[in-house]
């Protein structure tokens, strides 16, 4: 059965709504610890990129607009430009941050996505190429340990980018890791990897 578009915008608003909600009682739980506080807040957070991505996109990908984006949604992200506004970090931002982990900003994480999904796409036996890893390293120009890594933490550094549905062309996949790859040594050794 294929979903459409409204019934994936309102299973991401009641997947936005949940976390909103578990990371807000995992907050007011004073036995929780600042990890467990940041992996709630950053599923949050996560929902609320997926709400906006999808809201941003849906007339151009779908033809047409979706349902107004839910009140509370927009209350909640009102309420935390307010207080930046004032220059006051909430927590729900400020715990977000986990010591101890290489961050990635956007565009980073935009073109380790492309060889992620050209992976999973040599995985899935949709485009052929016996060392799938070796041709990521090569293009990108890192260690085999740092796309392991980036497999591993798929789920963060996929969330939002589009690309990686089975739907796409395999030699799409492939051109869009290819281009990713000299954007991402380009931006590594202008150290443009922040914007």
Not at 86 to 115: C, F, H, S
Request: hydrophobic share 35%; charged share 30%; aromatic share 8%.
């Amino acid at each position: 059965m294929t979903v459409g578009p409204q019934q994936e915008w309102d299973r991401l608003v009641a997947l936005e709504k949940t976390a909103a909600k578990s990371a807000r009682d995992v907050c007011n739980n004073t036995k929780s610890s600042k990890k467990q506080r940041a992996n709630a807040l950053r599923a949050w957070w996560s929902a609320v990129n997926a709400v906006l991505i999808f809201y941003i996109r849906a007339p151009r990908d779908h033809g047409f607009p979706l349902e107004p984006m839910p009140a509370d949604t927009l209350s909640r992200l009102s309420a935390l430009s307010e207080e930046l506004s004032n220059g006051n970090i909430p927590p729900v931002i400020e715990d977000v941050y986990v010591t101890g982990r290489r961050l990635m900003w956007r565009m980073q994480r935009r073109d380790i996505a492309k060889a992620i999904y050209y992976i999973d796409a040599v995985r899935r036996g949709e485009i052929e190429d016996p060392h799938p890893i070796k041709t990521v390293r090569e293009h990108f120009g890192v260690l085999q340990r740092t796309v392991q890594r980036w497999i591993k933490r798929r789920d963060e550094i996929c969330t939002g980018v589009a690309g990686g549905d089975p739907g796409y062309a395999p030699d799409d996949i492939r051109k869009a890791m290819v281009f990713a790859g000299g954007q991402y040594r380009f931006n590594r050794a202008e150290g443009l990897g922040r914007h």
